[in-house]
Nanobody, 126 residues
Framework: QVQLVESGGGLVQPGGSLRLSCAGSGFTGDIYALAWFRQAPGKEREGVSCITSSERRAYYVESLEGRFTISRDNAKKLVYLQMNNLKPEDTAVYYC???????????????????WGQGIQVTVST
């Protein structure tokens, strides 16, 4: 069974950077789409970024304004989220998710993903 574990979160000052990692296990191949979601206090969980399995094409929600970058390393079974110029409103629990998909697409709908990590806290504050 697929399992995902996030790491790399913590406390950072506004304008700083963090790189989140998500380690996967139990994959049966390299045909999984991967995504990052986040949930801020008092708000619903929202999609942040996703990356496809076939061409490693990345997609981002427009509101991030180019501050975040997603990447994957299939050999190490890792997906990363590089977060730059962090703002207080980025404070949230961040989750990685994956779904078996052989196409060159991914989605920001929670219901599309079958496997989830437990989440990791990111706090942006002085």
């Amino acid at each position: 069974q697929v399992q995902l574990v996030e790491s790399g979160g913590g406390l950072v000052q506004p304008g700083g950077s963090l790189r989140l990692s998500c380690a996967g296990s139990g994959f049966t191949g390299d045909i999984y789409a991967l995504a990052w979601f986040r949930q801020a206090p008092g708000k619903e969980r929202e999609g942040v970024s996703c990356i496809t399995s076939s061409e490693r094409r990345a997609y981002y929600v427009e509101s991030l304004e180019g501050r975040f970058t997603i990447s994957r390393d299939n050999a190490k079974k890792l997906v990363y989220l590089q977060m730059n110029n962090l703002k207080p409103e980025d404070t949230a629990v961040y989750y990685c998710a994956t779904e078996r998909s052989s196409g060159n697409s991914c989605r920001f709908a929670q219901s599309w993903y079958s496997y989830w990590g437990q989440g990791i806290q990111v706090t942006v504050s002085t």
